[in-house]
């Protein structure tokens, strides 16, 4: 699944929409090509909906990859090793290429936690890009005549940013303070599962680094 697909046509206005618009006075009305423009930037909107409706929806449906479900902590085993693919299924049994680990009750319980701690940090971030999305398409939904004029001066970019740094940067900043929870969790499930620690590859500078990346990376904006 493509979370950003829009049709190929709406992409120039995308990317235009990301350039800052001056205040304008009245729009004039709306011609027959704002009025399609209008009823495009509507379409894309409820496809990015939609689609991260669906992303939200397998998250819970679908058996979590260990492996490759959060880009956190260092990758495989600290060896170079490929691990073998690792799975937690919605039921909370864990899969080794396919085949169940024998678990007991308390080891379920824990994969169930583990499991739903990162589903929620990977709603967190659908959240986000959704609100990102939204955003740029309300900017491009402001009248042709606002959109070349942005275009041309660029004087929105540095506005549109500023928006979109104070409504995104908390909410990932959020993601890297429930890090803590995550790695409780993990290491829960480490020391009473021994096949899951070689997965178990977040570690407490990670926490660290992911708010100092964060704030470095918005810094630049």
Known sequence: MNPTRIRTAMLPLLLAGLLPLPAQSAEPAKGPIQRELSAELAQA???????LAT??????TENLD????LRLGKA?????EELPKAEIT?????LIEGKAVAIDAGQRE???AYRGHVIDIAKAGIDIGERSALLALDTVDRGLFSLIVGALT???????EKTIKATVEPGVLQICRSLPSLLDSQQRLAASLPQFRPYATLDADDMEDCENEVRHEFARR
């Open 45 to 51: 909107r409820r496809e990015v909906r939609a689609e």
């Open 55 to 60: 992303a939200r929806a397998e998250l819970e």
């Open 66 to 69: 260990v492996g490759n479900s």
């Open 76 to 80: 495989g085993n600290g060896a170079g």
């Open 90 to 94: 919605p039921r909370g049994d864990f």
């Open 110 to 112: 824990q994969l169930l």
């Open 154 to 160: 660029g004087s929105l970019e540095h506005k549109l």
